[in-house]
């Protein structure tokens, strides 16, 4: 393959490192946003940065090259042009966490591949990497692609993405493949998110005459308006410098199906081409150049500059999904297009960029015909269909909006009120499949196989070709009936059917003519690929069991599996080079060995975790090896602690599975743990918490049980209507649980004293339960050093400091360390301007005036060490701000200076409290001083500000003095 490579290396990069994961469940988080069984990486800020290095692939093609980082998501770390150098994206030189993604820490820089969700819970682990390399053909260059990919070990939705280049080709390639691997629907997106560098030059490329804002301010607009592309009210949006909030930019509509960033200075820049049918979103995102845009810069990288997103994503926008349903699969293509020298792009194909000049950038060089192909249909992209399984109003008569509404509460997360939605359509005598094939699925995921299958017999007496009543009707039932139609069409939704290894012939979906007609149905289906060769290795067909692995490694999905089935097609020992692919993702075993389990494949499933558990891979291969194994703990540490995070996987009799139970009392505890946290966040909290009062009450002493107890009491145990009434009835009612969840949490504390999380959650509850302020800050005064020191320890001590009056102290507290909020997070500068007015009015009570100047004038200060920087107007009422430092002006009697500030206070009043939407400023301001009357505790402000309307300095002066020391701050500020 002439002028194409590829290669593993390494590169060094300055980093900053993550403190230790959240040992506890997160539960904050609902459905599809949840991390469980994922831990939180949210300890950053405390390590100082060294030198790393990150394992790389490398692949160049005599024109580009690319770098891939398996370890940070796969994401492509850079493109580069061989022959002058030049990078195509923004490659960040150092890594540096921010807390943006679903567990924390996020990168910025290079392409981001984001699925289930934007930002998703790999995005800076470790995920599954292969390399295949593709021969010429008669229309196509040889090729290299780089596959990556991941299972989410929540949703099960497994996601794979290949990069290729060809022959002296000028593009890059990405294949998307999207799996779900589960017998339930589940909501899912897809974006590519591409980091451009920024520059007064930037401008975004998009064919659509009209871009909706979420998020974000844009040319004077609230977010959500719907905006003239590219020029809004005379303003240039399409350009990076003219957007001064952070917000994004989603395509309404494009015209074309191509769309990027142009740098008209340095004449590059990047296109993104795919069929917008398949994938419609089109986005631009920026921090924008506003000072708190600009100071993420330093909470993401050491100097690299601002960057903006290209996003190409398989949904409109980031607030639709797709619900896919059981075992379904979504596939398509992009194509991005590096260009430079040729101006601004006008036109695009998958091989070409049209500069505005006529200048004409063409992808192949190989000396071969060029084949000049059309862009994308040029149809407006229709909206992304969802499962009918997913949606709800009531009326019998209206099955579409019966459809509609389960849709919404399935994506919402709101199971149980999709529960009563079915009930009562079905109450009412609906004749739709939809409410009770969605009800089948709910009960079944509590466990009341019973009912799951009544409901699915009568879905099929509704609709006898119904697959998925059918699908349900199987997995109800506590053996597989014969029933081939049924065990076939089942093989569409997900592999709950396990694999008779003594007798394969007696199960007829195991037939070749079966899984023939399964492949004519549901062509190069994943999940039919891999049944058919699992049971033809079992068949001891290696031929055929070969043929199907090759085929189904095309599309990237089960990646390592199918290098472990290569292997099981020799022996079940593992080789080097098998276990050099298993050392690219631990994580990913899990999700196969669970297939495996799922396929009654107990052998192979316990080889996997035994090895995983061998090499370091945590308490829970130590627990899966053991038990699938049969010799629980003879490997399990004996004085091992119980933080395992169970997986959340189906439900359905694994423990069947199991065998050898060794009923020591570690054991059980670690089973009551194990089965609490399944239960909850299967949604049923009654029954976790019997599982672990049974732990405690036979004597287990643990910080996870308690804490767990305490959150479940805090938050759960009100016994609310629709509940589990035999399970309720069981369980002793708390007179208080807030009294319950306190005793529990002090004991998680006391036996992690160092735990910085548990004081976090306590000062949660101890809040809720009304405790005062001073009550608050006691809890703290037995914390280590190393605890008081955290960040997120001081800003909750500066919170509680603010609300106690202690405001010397929580300005001490402010000016003395560094914080990192999170995306969007302003809560330390709202403890800012609290503690700076409430102590510079007690000044100037008291007569200290150079003390009251000193804070007044803090006040319209953005200290960098806060994370949060000065937003450009009108986005942010500053009205306060500028009134406390028009008054340290006069008090200073500087007159010109406190007039100039007591007017923009005037106008940040005005514009904000109504909208401003005409020149006209003296019919706002009456609107204003009509506002202010209606409440006595802004007279003296109303009273200054028409004063200062009439030129009467002296009076405003004394009108606003009035006010800030008789008025208490708290109440203006939100």
């Known amino acids: 393959m002439r002028n194409l490579s590829w290669r593993e290396e390494t590169i060094s990069l300055l980093s900053y490192s993550i403190g230790h994961p959240s040992p506890f469940p997160e539960w904050r988080r609902k459905q599809p946003f949840s991390t469980y069984p994922y831990p939180m990486l949210d300890d950053l800020g405390n390590q100082q940065p060294e030198i790393r290095s990150y394992h790389t692939v490398v692949v160049e093609n005599g024109k580009l090259r690319l770098v891939i980082l398996p370890e940070l998501g796969g994401k492509l770390h850079s493109i580069q042009d061989l022959e002058t150098g030049t990078q195509f994206l923004y490659t960040n030189p150092v890594v540096r966490y921010g807390l943006v993604a679903l567990r924390g820490a996020w990168l910025s820089g290079g392409i981001e591949w984001s699925c289930p969700i934007g930002h998703h819970v790999n995005t800076v682990s470790k995920v599954w990497w292969n390399v295949l390399e593709a021969p010429a053909g008669p229309h196509k260059a040889a090729g290299i692609t780089v596959q990556v990919g991941a299972t989410d070990l929540h949703s099960g939705i497994q996601w794979a993405v290949g990069m290729t280049l060809r022959s002296m080709e000028y593009r890059v390639i990405t294949s998307i493949s999207i799996l779900n691997t589960t017998p339930y629907p589940y909501p899912v997106m897809f974006w590519s998110n591409a980091a451009f560098p920024a520059s007064p030059g930037f ?60 740098d008209h200075n340095r004449d590059f820049g990047i296109l993104n081409l795919a069929d917008r049918r398949k994938s419609p979103g089109q986005k631009l995102w920026t921090w924008g150049v506003g000072d708190d845009g600009r100071i993420w810069e330093d909470l993401l990288t050491d100097g ?45 194909t998958e091989f070409h960029v049209t500069g505005e000049s006529g200048n004409v950038q063409s992808a192949p060089q190989n000396n071969r015909p060029v084949i000049t192909r059309k862009s994308y249909s040029s149809k407006p992209a229709d909206e992304p269909l969802l499962n009918p399984i997913a949606s709800s109003d009531i009326s019998p008569a209206r099955p579409i909006t019966i459809q509609a509404r389960l849709k919404s509460l399935m994506k919402e997360g709101q199971l149980d009120q999709a529960e009563r939605a079915c009930r009562n359509a079905i109450d009412q005598g609906s004749r739709s499949v ?128 199918i290098a472990i089935e290569r292997r099981f097609l020799i022996s079940k020992t593992l080789t080097s080079g098998l276990i050099m692919r298993m050392d690219r993702s631990p994580v990913e075993l899990y999700s196969i060995a669970q297939t495996y389990l799922a396929l009654g494949l107990i052998e192979e499933a316990g080889i996997l975790m035994q090895w995983l558990a061998e090499r370091g891979g945590g308490q829970e291969a130590q627990y899966w090896a053991s038990r699938i ?90 016994f609310p209507a629709g509940g589990d009434q035999e399970m309720t009835e069981a369980m002793p009612k708390p007179r208080n649980q807030y009294h319950e969840a306190a005793q529990h949490i ?36 037995f914390a280590s050093d190393a605890v008081l020191c955290h960040w ?183």
């Not at 009799?653 to 239960?679: I, T």
């Not at 101890?766 to 009550?775: D, F, K, S, V, Y």
């Not at 949060?868 to 986005?875: F, K, M, S, T």
């Not at 020149?919 to 802004?938: K, V, W, Y």
């Open 203 to 262: 401008e975004f490329i998009c064919t659509a005459k009209q871009v909706r804002t979420s998020g974000g301010a844009v040319a004077g607009e609230p977010p959500g308006t719907l905006l003239n592309f590219p020029h809004h009210n005379g303003l240039a949006i399409s350009f990076w410098k003219n957007i001064d909030h952070a917000a994004d930019l989603f395509a309404v509509n494009p015209g074309n199906d191509w769309f990027g960033g142009y």
């Open 304 to 348: 690299a500059g601002p960057y903006v997103e290209l996003q190409r994503g398989s949904v409109v926008d980031q607030s639709t999904f797709h619900l896919m349903p059981p075992g379904g699969v979504k596939r398509w293509n992009e194509v991005w297009l590096p260009f430079s020298g040729i101006g601004r792009p006008v036109q695009a």
């Open 434 to 561: 939809i409410p009770y094939v969605t009800l089948a699925w709910l009960v079944g995921c509590k466990g009341d196989y019973q009912s799951m299958n009544r409901l699915a017999e009568e879905a099929i007496g509704i609709s006898n070709k119904n697959d998925l009543a059918r699908y349900l009707r199987c997995l109800s039932l506590p053996r597989i009936p014969d029933d081939a139609e049924a065990l076939i069409r089942s093989c569409r939704y997900g592999i709950a059917l396990r694999i008779n290894r003594a007798s394969p012939a007696q199960r007829p979906y195991e037939t070749r003519e079966d899984m023939g007609w399964i492949l004519k149905r549901t062509p190069d289906h994943p999940i039919a690929r891999l049944i058919i060769a699992v049971t033809s290795r079992i068949e001891g067909d290696q031929a055929r069991a070969l043929d199907h692995l090759n085929r189904l490694e095309k599309t990237g999905l089960y990646g390592l599996f």
């Open 629 to 718: 194994t049969g010799n629980l703990f003879q490997q399990f540490p004996a004085n091992s602690d119980l933080h395992l995070f169970p997986l959340n996987v189906d439900p359905i009799n694994y423990d069947d599975n199991m065998s050898g139970h060794d009923q020591s009392p570690q054991y059980r505890y670690c089973e009551l743990y194990r089965k609490g946290v399944l239960a909850y966040n299967r949604g049923r909290p009654l029954e976790a918490v019997r599982q672990w009062e049974i732990a405690i009450n036979q004597g287990a002493t643990d910080a996870f049980i308690s804490r767990n107890l305490a959150w479940a009491y805090w938050h759960d145990m009100k």
């Open 746 to 781: 002090m004991y998680a504390i006391a036996l992690m004293p160092l735990e910085y999380r548990l004081y976090l959650e306590q000062d949660d509850l101890w809040r809720e339960m009304g405790c005062t302020p001073i009550e608050r800050l006691q809890a703290f005064q």
């Open 792 to 974: 997120q320890i001081r800003a909750r001590m500066v919170e509680i400091l603010v609300d106690a009056g202690e405001f010397d102290r929580a300005i001490e507290m402010l000016n003395s360390g560094r914080y990192l909020p999170w995306e969007g997070e302003r809560k330390m500068r709202l403890h800012y301007l609290l503690a700076h007015a409430e102590r510079g009015r007690s000044r100037l009570k008291s007569s200290d005036i150079p003390g009251a100047i000193n804070d007044f004038e803090a006040l319209i200060e953005y200290p960098k060490n806060l994370g949060i920087g000065r937003p450009a107007p009108p986005y942010r009422n500053e009205a306060l701000e500028h009134w406390y430092a028009g008054i340290a002006a006069w008090l200073k009697c500087d007159s010109d200076l406190a007039a100039e500030r007591w007017r923009t206070s005037l106008i940040h009043w005005a514009t904000h409290h109504w909208s401003l939407q005409s020149p006209n400023f003296e019919i706002a301001f009456e609107h204003f001083m009509n506002h202010l009357s209606h409440d006595e505790r802004f007279s003296q402000i109303a009273g200054g500000y028409e004063a200062l309307i009439g030129h009467n300095l002296d009076q405003a002066a004394e009108r606003f003095l009035e006010a800030a020391e008789n008025c208490h701050v708290s109440i203006w500020l939100d």
